[in-house]
């Protein structure tokens, strides 16, 4: 494992400083870059800064695919897509479980290319009997949330509507969202339900359908593209871009990971604080750097 950039602890193994390519065979070559959002491009923020903006530009002028690739659903991913000037190309939402092509002809700019829903009754059943007082919301692509009580703004994207447990799990969905203390004991019996359950914070868990991840996703669209296996590049900061990570040829995790991450990438590289993300994109590019 080596560094891209930023500090490491003294106890780590990753002491070497790098500008990492692809192997030299592969120089040139198109390659797929799926960038994580919250924490790789987005600190606490709601814009991306200035410097990722234009890195993430100059990759794709280079005529690699950038793929976004987040837990948000859609609605909360499409701007972010707008702000980098991704306005041909794909997306994935809701952890692997949305597949969208982005592009002008398309109405709402958006073309959905795979969904996978899920019979979201037991989930919710399940949740209610181990925690009474669970808050539950249920996505629907490209509007919001159904939620059983409203979220605080900022921590879903798109619009909420509250309703019933019952109207909650009338139509199959592709991820429901559990918050609250104790729902990290709620991994293994959800699992038992044949579902991927994702923590996403201490009290906080993301449901999809099984077997899915950034990384099948990511799969799907590497093959439509057509684009090399060991041209991929991958960065998050999160557990649920582990898969996303190890799918990569190049898994890199952002500085402030946690370990489980960190151990899993191929790379360490800043903080997003430090703009962690820029200095990988910028190895793809090392002619491109802006002045400002």
């Given at each position: 494992?080596?560094?891209t950039?930023?500090?490491?602890?003294?106890?780590?193994p990753?002491?070497?400083?790098?500008?990492?390519?692809?192997?030299a065979?592969?120089?040139?070559?198109?390659?797929?870059?799926?960038?994580?959002?919250?924490?790789t491009?987005?600190?606490?923020?709601v814009?991306?800064?200035?410097?990722?903006?234009?890195?993430?530009?100059?990759?794709?002028?280079?005529?690699?695919?950038?793929?976004?690739?987040?837990?948000?659903?859609?609605?909360?991913?499409l701007?972010?897509?707008?702000?980098?000037?991704?306005?041909?190309?794909?997306?994935v939402?809701?952890?692997?479980?949305?597949?969208?092509c982005?592009?002008?002809?398309f109405?709402?700019?958006?073309?959905?290319?795979?969904?996978?829903?899920?019979?979201?009754?037991?989930?919710?059943?399940?949740?209610?009997?181990?925690?009474?007082?669970?808050?539950?919301?249920?996505?629907e692509?490209?509007?919001?949330?159904?939620?059983?009580?409203?979220?605080e703004?900022?921590?879903v994207?798109?619009?909420?509507?509250?309703?019933?447990?019952?109207?909650l799990?009338?139509?199959?969905?592709?991820r429901?969202?559990?918050?609250?203390?104790?729902?990290?004991?709620?991994?293994?019996?959800?699992?038992?339900?044949?579902?991927?359950?994702?923590?996403?914070?201490?009290?906080?868990?993301d449901?999809t359908p099984?077997?899915?991840?950034?990384?099948?996703?990511l799969?799907?669209?590497?093959?439509?593209?057509?684009?090399?296996?060991?041209?991929?590049?991958?960065?998050?900061?999160?557990?649920?871009?582990?898969?996303?990570i190890?799918?990569?040829?190049?898994?890199?995790?952002?500085?402030?990971?946690?370990?489980?991450?960190?151990?899993?990438?191929?790379e360490?590289?800043?903080?997003?604080?430090?703009?962690?993300?820029?200095?990988?994109?910028?190895?793809?590019?090392?002619?491109s750097?802006?002045?400002?």
């Amino acid at each position: 494992m080596t560094q891209t950039t930023g500090t490491v602890p003294p106890t780590s193994p990753r002491t070497q400083t790098t500008s990492a390519r692809f192997p030299a065979d592969d120089a040139g070559t198109t390659t797929l870059v799926a960038l994580d959002i919250d924490g790789t491009l987005l600190g606490a923020g709601v814009t991306v800064p200035a410097v990722t903006a234009d890195a993430v530009r100059d990759v794709r002028s280079s005529g690699h695919h950038v793929v976004l690739a987040s837990g948000r659903s859609l609605v909360g991913v499409l701007p972010v897509a707008r702000q980098l000037g991704v306005d041909q190309g794909w997306v994935v939402a809701s952890n692997g479980a949305v597949v969208a092509c982005v592009g002008h002809a398309f109405a709402g700019g958006y073309r959905l290319e795979k969904v996978h829903s899920f019979d979201v009754g037991p989930v919710i059943r399940l949740a209610r009997a181990a925690l009474p007082d669970v808050q539950v919301g249920v996505e629907e692509i490209g509007w919001g949330y159904l939620v059983d009580r409203p979220f605080e703004p900022g921590l879903v994207n798109g619009q909420q509507r509250q309703v019933p447990d019952t109207e909650l799990w009338a139509e199959p969905a592709p991820r429901v969202i559990l918050r609250g203390d104790g729902v990290g004991e709620l991994l293994e019996p959800l699992r038992g339900l044949g579902v991927t359950p994702t923590p996403a914070g201490p009290d906080w868990v993301d449901v999809t359908p099984k077997r899915l991840s950034k990384a099948t996703a990511l799969e799907r669209i590497r093959e439509r593209i057509g684009v090399s296996q060991r041209s991929t590049l991958a960065v998050g900061d999160g557990v649920n871009d582990l898969e996303m990570i190890t799918w990569a040829a190049r898994g890199v995790a952002m500085g402030h990971a946690p370990a489980a991450v960190i151990d899993a990438a191929d790379e360490v590289t800043g903080t997003i604080e430090e703009h962690g993300v820029v200095a990988v994109l910028r190895t793809l590019t090392p002619g491109s750097v802006r002045r400002r």
